[in-house]
């Protein structure tokens, strides 16, 4: 992190709910342009950390600060104008197009009940073709398969003109082929610039998507590294409390995870 600029800055957080510790005592940044995973077992405080983080929940104790500027002294709009959500289920019920959808991301820009501007018609069509949904513009959300509502949820994001993406889980309930399609679409992202922190379950979304990863585990950050590193010395066991295989792709960089318990 020597020399790059710390677009998220993360101070001592912690978070509790009804007088229950959440998270404890969590520190970490993130570079402009990097891409973070955050992983953990079930119940670790991961989608509550980036709740934390986006200024979605506010932190008991410490500071988050985006791009300089400390969450809790940011309006919604200031929020919404530095960070777009993409999350792990929903839309099914949306009465919206794909277009008006995205169309209605572009809020955190216009004064209040003004009309949509040539601007915003601009960044709407650049996010239907960056998602690959421009021939699913007319088509109500609610009438999309899972994997097609999520690229059109994910336009929605782009559209909003932020530099930084928070992604909860964005491949759950997505067959194999719209998993390859999605993170294909997320790598995109960010390697166009935009900052990336998505929340995971999956190891392998993490090891060959991420540059690093957060490892979370009852409410406290255990593990900081690159994605590459996580393999070594029995880290994702202590992590997960199971036993790991590894393996390689031919040709590959980075090894796959799996639990030894499930390998016949």
């Known amino acids: 992190m020597s020399g790059a600029e710390k677009l998220i800055d993360v101070r001592s957080l912690s978070y509790s709910i009804g007088g229950k510790s959440v998270l404890s005592d969590i520190s970490f940044s993130v570079a402009r342009g990097g891409f973070l995973a955050i992983i953990g077992p079930n119940g670790a405080g991961k989608s509550t950390l980036l709740k934390c983080l986006g200024g979605l929940n506010e932190t008991t104790e410490g500071e988050v600060f985006i791009g300089g500027r400390g969450v809790r002294s940011m309006s919604e709009r200031d929020i919404a104008r530095r960070v777009a959500w993409l999350h792990q289920s929903g839309g099914d019920r949306l009465p919206f197009t794909v277009r008006q959808f995205a169309m209605l991301s572009r809020y955190p820009w ?73 993170m294909a679409l997320i790598e995109e992202i960010n390697g166009r610039g935009m900052t990336v922190l998505m929340v995971t379950h999956d190891i392998n979304l993490a090891l060959h998507g991420a540059g690093d990863i957060l490892a979370v585990k009852d409410g406290r950050a255990v593990w900081r590294g690159s994605a590459g590193d996580i393999c070594e010395d029995g880290v994702l066991s202590d992590i997960f409390e199971t036993d790991f295989e590894f393996f390689r792709a031919a040709g590959g960089e980075r090894p796959y995870a799996v639990p030894r318990g499930i390998i016949r």
């Open 110 to 182: 216009r004064p209040v009940l003004s009309g949509a501007s040539s601007e915003d018609e601009a960044f709407v069509a650049e996010a239907l073709r960056g998602a690959g949904v421009e021939k699913l513009a007319e088509r109500r959300i609610s009438t999309l398969s899972g994997g097609e509502r999520q690229r059109a949820l994910l336009a929605a994001a782009l559209a909003q003109g932020t530099d930084m993406l928070f992604l909860d889980e964005p491949t759950s309930f997505l067959d194999y082929r719209h998993q390859v399609d999605m």
